[in-house]
């Protein structure tokens, strides 16, 4: 692990990095003491998985903008005060994103685009959303606007790829309701295909404005593996894939299994899951778009079984019908794939009480300098 730490010069003004004020191995520390707390009861935690460089992770990047002094800015959305904190870089984001976002400031002037102000519902500019894909360096660019008429769009499109070729795609979504960072329904190719392609874990995916993409690819490769090395796949084993997004866990298992299933409530990340499979020449996994608990519940009914569950579900955890039907299911092993420790001790308990015990939970930082620590947890069906 690298001994060079850097400090934030925005520490005192951005909540975005709420363990900066500690030295990495100490924020290491905290989060695996965390974990043990909460779930050392179940079984042995094994040792987080770091960082070697824990700086510059996200791919993902998105930038707030406003006046200051006759000038426009741009900087940290803070979602607990609603205020923006005015950054000239960020130790997290991406640094070629970041350049990128500093020649937009100044060609919003140049073009004329005055920010959006909320209080006063004024102005044009709402956010910028760049992604890039850390294998392929290809860049989408999202630009979110109010509503209005984007002025003179090809010249300003001219202007970014003539600066930065590595751009591949960009869109304008307009952007009408009261949340400040979303993205509305209306959106608009401006150059591009609208959508860039990363590689993970070998395989290529596909990824388009809504797409759910996991922010650090480093740490990424290194949970999907370990998930795929916990559910010890045989070819004859039907998997199901809850909650599986743009189908990326699902696809990276399905050469080891025999049929795999996908089950996501988004219409949009599934649309891009097929795309995906297709992308790769993946023949054995179907999606579906549907709830997941919901999806479960049928397939319980109907007395199908599964050999191995992986999950990934949102911060709020499983629901209690998604947990139900899948103990009906009774598959072999449960994968479980978690960003928040509460609920997924919460899920475990349950699952314990229903004929599973946990193997093996192994911590992930996936987010350096925030609170947030991941995990992927192995629950086998208990033998009678």
Not at 238 to 249: K, L, N, P, S, W
Not at 311 to 336: H, M, N, W
């Amino acid at each position: 692990m690298s001994n060079i730490e850097l400090k934030c010069p925005y520490i005192k003004k951005c909540s975005g990095c709420q363990l900066s004020n500690l030295d990495y191995p100490a924020q290491l520390s905290f989060k695996q003491t965390r974990v043990i707390k909460l779930m050392g009861k179940f079984c042995h935690i094994d040792e987080i998985k770091g960082m070697e460089r824990p700086y510059h992770y996200r791919n993902k990047m998105q930038s707030a903008f406003f006046k200051k002094n006759g000038k426009t800015v741009s900087g940290i959305y803070q979602s607990t005060t609603g205020r923006i904190t005015e950054t000239e870089s960020c130790l997290i984001e991406d640094e070629l994103s970041n350049e990128i976002t500093l020649a937009c400031r100044k060609l919003f002037e140049s073009f004329k685009m005055k920010p959006y102000n909320e209080e006063t519902k004024s102005g044009f500019i709402r956010h910028l959303l760049i992604r890039r894909g850390f294998a392929t360096n290809e860049i989408m660019m999202v630009i979110v606007t109010a509503e209005g008429k984007f002025p003179s769009s090809r010249s300003f499109v001219n202007a970014l790829v003539k600066k930065f070729p590595e751009i591949k795609t960009i869109v304008w979504n307009i952007n009408d309701t009261e949340l400040f960072l979303s993205l509305g329904e209306k959106s608009e190719i401006l150059f591009g295909d609208g959508y860039i392609e990363d590689i993970l874990c070998g395989l290529k995916f596909r990824i388009s404005p809504h797409s759910f993409y996991q922010i650090n690819p480093v740490q990424t490769e290194y949970l999907y593996n370990k998930a795929k090395e916990f559910a010890e796949l045989k070819p004859t084993d039907t998997v199901i894939d809850a909650y599986c997004g743009t189908g990326t866990i699902g696809l990276i298992m399905a050469k080891e299994a025999g049929k795999v299933i996908g089950v996501e409530v988004n219409g949009s990340a599934v649309n891009d899951a097929i795309k995906n499979a297709e992308l790769n020449g993946i023949t054995n996994e179907s999606f579906y778009c549907d709830d997941a608990g919901e999806f479960m519940a049928s397939l319980a009914e109907k007395g199908e079984k599964a050999d191995v569950v992986i999950t990934d579900p949102p911060r709020a955890g499983c629901s209690r019908e998604f947990l139900q039907s899948l103990v009906k299911l009774s598959p072999r092993r449960i994968v479980y794939i978690s960003c928040n420790p509460e609920t997924l001790a919460r899920d475990m308990q349950y699952l314990l009480h229903k004929g599973y015990r946990a193997e093996k939970i192994q911590p992930v930082d996936m987010f350096p300098h925030t609170r947030h620590v991941e995990c992927v947890v192995l629950m086998t069906k208990v033998q009678k």
